[in-house]
């Protein structure tokens, strides 16, 4: 009888190499308050062998356990992600006919919008807020529903016990009152652990702001993201016309063998907005002779800037193309990164007032002497003798295209900046 009581018994090790025994399927909330960890409300997870869990979960195992508070990236992503179920239970308790969407991240919190309903005043928008504020004063409990988890990609420990520095994650259904949502991530325990947050009108929809990281108790101020709204939205109906929202969309035109006319149609919309970007250099082209091209590594811009090249030529303009890694100075007087490596992505690795005097030079439609950068080597070498027409545009791409200090001689009024980056998630 005591073998068998011993068996229904597990050994837990907490952080602090402290063991204890608790009967199997023991809470975790029930863990932590055995374990005596001051601050216990702090605590919003658990990573349970690598595990990172709702403080509802049981344990049925032996195991090893870290208490995760919201102030570490795992903690304050669950935060975020109860703020969405939140939002969402109080936007059906109040509009039970009405689908709110989580369409995508906008400066620090995220963008929705309810699906064929537009939010024109910030009234209804008060009213959620409102809901919410009650529901976070209830201190409701948040509990995974059992019986629909899905398995997340991770690595589960090695035989060591120290693992593969990455986390398996198990994705459950989260109840919270009478509205049940799976949303990606474990959520905090209760309603009450959310300390801040704000949602503002941002017609046609609302932002749902999220506090800072470090500071859970305050927000940070609220910046007006237009442009980058703009792309949002633009890309929102380029999904509507291609019949796509989700990667299941997707998945379902590979399996129906209609997915290479979606990626012509997907083509068709990305030429269309280079021809009407080579329209406006081409209508300006006496003032704007330079074209400034960015983006993070592999975003596209070389391919970017052949393809609007061909667009100019078409509105019969002869773009030349400068390469801005041809004014890497030597490698002896290149600054050093952390590991004592020439550091080719700073832009003192530049020489800017050869570079300055190149560019004005070939606007002014001189005859200039260019560098050529041999890499095998690491000095600059001389380069071919390049004359330019005085309305023929020069194409700049790099990562440090939009930086002024780059082109700081250079007139605004003769610079088209272009931004190039897979922002969305489609």
């Not at 055995?34 to 195992?61: F, K, M, P, Y």
């Not at 269309?272 to 329209?279: N, P, T």
């Not at 050869?354 to 070498?381: A, I, Q, Y």
Request: aromatic share 8%; proline share 6%.
């Amino acid at each position: 009888m005591e073998v068998q009581e011993k068996k229904k018994r597990i050994r837990v090790v907490v952080e602090d190499d402290r063991v204890f025994h608790f009967a199997r399927g023991t809470s975790l909330l029930e863990i932590l308050e055995v374990t005596g960890r001051e601050s216990q409300h702090d605590v919003v997870l658990a990573n349970v062998d690598n595990r990172i869990l709702n403080l509802h979960e049981t344990i049925q195992n032996h195991c090893r356990i870290k208490w995760l508070t919201v102030h570490t990236p795992e903690g304050f992503r669950a935060y975020q992600w109860t703020l969405c179920l939140i939002l969402l239970r109080a936007a059906r308790e109040i509009h039970p006919r009405k689908e709110l969407l989580i369409d995508h991240s906008l400066g620090k919190g995220l963008y929705c919008e309810f699906r064929d309903h537009v939010c024109r005043y910030p009234r209804p928008v008060r009213r959620i807020r409102r809901r919410m504020l009650e529901i976070i004063g209830a201190d409701e409990p948040i509990r995974p529903v059992k019986g629909h988890g899905m398995k997340g990609a991770g690595v589960r420990p090695d035989a060591s016990g120290k693992g593969a520095g990455k986390q398996t994650l198990f994705f459950n259904p989260y109840r919270c009152g009478e509205v049940t949502e799976v949303l990606g991530y474990p959520l905090l325990p209760s309603t009450g652990r959310i300390r801040a947050f704000d949602l503002r009108l941002w017609s046609p929809g609302m932002i749902l702001r999220f506090p800072d990281e470090k500071d859970c108790l305050s927000l940070p101020p609220f910046i007006k993201q237009k442009n980058l709204f703009g792309v949002f939205s633009e890309a929102r109906k380029w999904e509507n016309i291609l019949g796509i929202s989700t990667i299941d969309d997707i998945n379902g035109n590979t399996e129906s063998g209609t997915l290479p006319e979606l990626v012509k149609i997907a083509e068709g919309l990305h030429e269309k907005k280079i021809v009407a970007l080579a329209d406006r250099i081409t209508e300006r082209r006496k003032k704007l002779r330079v074209v400034l091209i960015a983006g993070p590594s592999s975003s596209g811009k070389t391919t970017f800037a052949k393809r609007l090249s061909i667009q100019l030529r078409v509105n019969g303009l002869v773009p030349y193309a400068l390469s801005v890694d041809d004014y890497f100075l030597d490698n002896t007087l290149v600054p050093k990164n952390e590991r004592g490596k020439p550091d080719f992505e700073s832009i003192r690795a530049l020489d800017l007032p050869r570079f300055n005097s190149d560019v004005l030079g070939l606007m002014e439609g001189k005859t200039v002497r260019l560098p050529r950068f041999d890499f095998m080597t690491g000095k600059s070498m001389q380069g071919p003798l390049v004359r330019l027409d005085r309305c023929q545009p020069i194409l700049i791409e790099g990562l440090h295209a939009l930086n002024d200090e780059l082109t700081s001689a250079i007139p605004r009024e003769n610079k088209f900046k272009l931004y190039v980056s897979a922002l969305t998630h489609l």
